[in-house]
């Protein structure tokens, strides 16, 4: 009807009518970030439990393969999860993560936990979860 307003005629959408490939893809990216993220999670529960007789070294010490590894975990969870959790829910999360499989170390045959393992891997997470933060906040404004 001629003259009548539309309801919905001044709502924005966050993407333009011809946007929805990019809208897709972007949808995409944040699915894939979060399934990489358990995979990540997983993935460094078995690394932490393996018995020691069963795992396999970097060369580089214990330290920096914890750091890299929480550093890496973190930043894939915050590109994944940071517009919707925040940085203060998804880093704390690793260090409760870390904490928890150092103290579980103690029933896999021949390993042990340290809190030099546990702060390595803290310190990772911090840094790899605020890289992710200060990226997002740089792009974003």
């Known amino acids: 009807m001629a003259g009548q307003p539309q309801p919905f005629a001044s709502v924005e959408r966050p993407f333009g009518a011809g946007d929805k490939v990019k809208w897709e893809r972007t949808v995409f990216m944040?699915?894939?970030?979060?399934?990489?993220?358990?995979?990540?999670?997983?993935?460094?529960?078995?690394?932490?439990?393996?018995?020691?007789?069963?795992?396999?070294?970097?060369?580089?010490?214990?330290g920096v393969e914890h750091f890299i590894a929480y550093a890496g975990s973190a930043a894939i969870a915050m590109a994944g999860y940071g517009a919707t959790q925040g940085a203060t829910q998804i880093i704390g999360g690793f260090w409760v993560y870390a904490g928890v499989l150092e103290y579980l170390q103690h029933f896999s045959p021949g390993r042990h936990p340290a809190i030099g393992d546990f702060a390595a891997s803290a310190f990772g997470a911090l840094c790899g979860g605020l890289v992710i933060a200060l990226v997002r906040r740089r792009w974003s404004a």
């Open 30 to 62: 944040i699915i894939s970030l979060r399934v990489v993220t358990w995979c990540c999670v997983l993935g460094l529960a078995v690394l932490s439990l393996l018995p020691a007789q069963d795992m396999v070294r970097t060369g580089f010490p214990g």
